[in-house]
T-cell receptor, first 115, second 109 residues
Framework: AAGVIQSPRHLIKEKRETATLKCYPI?????VYWYQQGPGQDPQFLIS???????DKGSIPDRFSAQQFSDYHSELNMSSLELGDSALYFC??????????????FGPGTRLTVT | QKEVEQNSGPLSVPEGAIASLNCTYS??????FFWYRQYSGKSPELIMF????GDKEDGRFTAQLNKASQYVSLLIRDSQPSDSATYLC?????????FGTGTRLLVSP
């Protein structure tokens, strides 16, 4: 079965640079979530989109922004990168419409290293 | 106090034994409960979800939910060395998931 696709898988940036992470949800899924997982930590919710509208917001820095496009893929834009932004960034998707289910399936993640 | 609490472990069990993982949560309004397995450096893999009080079985896995006690557990029967991983309990409110810090499970051959 098709899974969530994330790109790139690895990204190295310098401080104060910008980065764009992409997420392609499971086909027919309408909701996308972004999570950040630091070393030895649990995933922390950043932001979510349902039907291309922001649906919830967590601990996302103001330097970060995200959107969901008409084809349901999502992009997380990160500016003025800091060393502390180094982490695994996961995208997850779910299908909310019709079924009202809440299972979230995670992509393989993007490992961001800020030097 | 963290919203979702788990014992960090490690929980060590011999191959073939039952592994019991526990999780408590603080938000009584929580509606959905999940168990994810995560290998080091990999993404969380959904293995069980439960929405109603009681037990839910899927193969070697059984999830148990007690909303009155704000408690959810995962039983793994016939544990295998390949089950060695970190198990994350996650609690949802129809939107985001709040994760516990995870319990590391070690299954010895």
């Amino acid at each position: 079965a098709a899974g969530v696709i994330q790109s790139p898988r690895h990204l190295i940036k310098e401080k104060r640079e910008t980065a764009t992470l992409k997420c392609y949800p499971i086909p027919r899924h309408d909701t996308v979530y972004w999570y950040q997982q630091g070393p030895g930590q649990d995933p922390q919710f950043l932001i979510s989109f349902y039907e291309k509208m922001q649906s919830d917001k967590g601990s996302i820095p103001d330097r970060f922004s995200a959107q969901q496009f008409s084809d349901y893929h999502s992009e997380l834009n990160m500016s003025s990168l800091e060393l502390g932004d180094s982490a695994l960034y996961f995208c997850a998707s779910s299908l909310k419409s019709f079924h009202s289910t809440y299972e979230q399936y995670f992509g393989p993640g993007t490992r961001l290293t800020v030097t | 106090q963290k919203e979702v609490e788990q014992n960090s472990g490690p929980l060590s069990v011999p191959e073939g034994a039952i592994a019991s993982l526990n999780c408590t949560y603080s938000d009584r309004g929580s509606q959905s409960f999940f168990w994810y397995r995560q290998y080091s450096g990999k993404s969380p893999e959904l293995i069980m979800f439960i929405y109603s009080n009681g037990d839910k079985e899927d193969g070697r896995f059984t999830a148990q939910l007690n909303k009155a006690s704000q408690y959810v557990s995962l039983l793994i029967r016939d544990s295998q060395p390949s089950d060695s991983a970190t198990y994350l309990c996650a609690v949802g409110d129809f939107q985001k998931l709040v994760f516990g810090t995870g319990t590391r499970l070690l299954v010895s051959p």
